[in-house]
T-cell receptor, first 113, second 113 residues
């Protein structure tokens, strides 16, 4: 059972276009993270969102956490070829004996020059 | 600052052989996790540890064993490798609070023939 559903699975766009990637779940998480992974490397953290409704910006990237803390979105403005990579969302559950960090399947983004 | 180091980086095993993957972190983190990454499947949790001497099963634990004898090391063992265990294995050293962040190694690419 995949707790975190990411969409779309694949996305190929031209440089300068905008895009949004979604991460949805029926479960509530303590926090949600977005990672980017490049070929041959491990994922690298982009941002952590903790509070329902929270919006964080990282240069051309905007991250939003849903009010109910079950879903999140990543919006990229004016995409560049350097944004190419696998984007993964991950939900953390912390409490009691539960310390799991669960990942979605990822969105493979290709930005063509 | 090594962060998280995984050894080996590549390995080819014959069906039925055994091996141990080593993960070492120098950040003094309590939480360490082993994931496997397969095409279209994202990162799936195999086993994890919330501190020295502790281990717990993740989403796909069958065929794997782990040990955390020292805080800085988390070992993943395959007792009798099967072709279905061909994958890229990632170790993560994780900070859970106040904000969750996972630091990944560069991965071990394992092929079982």
């Amino acid at each position: 059972t995949q707790l975190l559903e990411q969409s779309p699975q694949f996305l190929s766009i031209q440089e300068g276009e905008n895009l949004t990637v979604y991460c949805n779940s029926s479960s509530v998480f303590s926090s949600l993270q977005w990672y980017r992974q490049e070929p041959g490397e491990g994922p690298v953290l982009l941002v952590t969102v903790v509070t329902g409704g929270e919006v964080k910006k990282l240069k051309r990237l905007t991250f939003q956490f849903g009010d109910a803390r079950k879903d999140s979105s990543l919006h990229i403005t004016a995409a560049q070829p350097g944004d190419t990579g696998l984007y993964l969302c991950a939900g953390a559950r912390v409490g009691g004996s539960n310390y799991k960090l669960t990942f979605g399947k990822g969105t493979l983004l290709t930005v063509n020059p | 600052n090594a962060g998280v180091t995984q050894t080996p980086k590549f390995r080819v095993l014959k069906t039925g052989q055994s091996m141990t993957l080593l993960c070492a972190q120098d950040m003094n983190h309590e939480y360490m996790y082993w994931y496997r990454q397969d095409p279209g499947m994202g990162l799936r949790l195999i086993h994890y540890s919330v501190g020295e001497g502790t281990t717990a099963k993740g989403e796909v634990p069958d065929g794997y064993n782990v040990s955390r004898l020292k805080k800085q090391n988390f070992l993943l063992g395959l007792e009798s490798a099967a072709p279905s265990q061909t994958s890229v294995y990632f170790c993560a050293s994780i900070v859970m609070t106040p904000n969750t962040e996972a630091f990944f190694g560069q991965g071990t690419r394992l092929t079982v023939v």
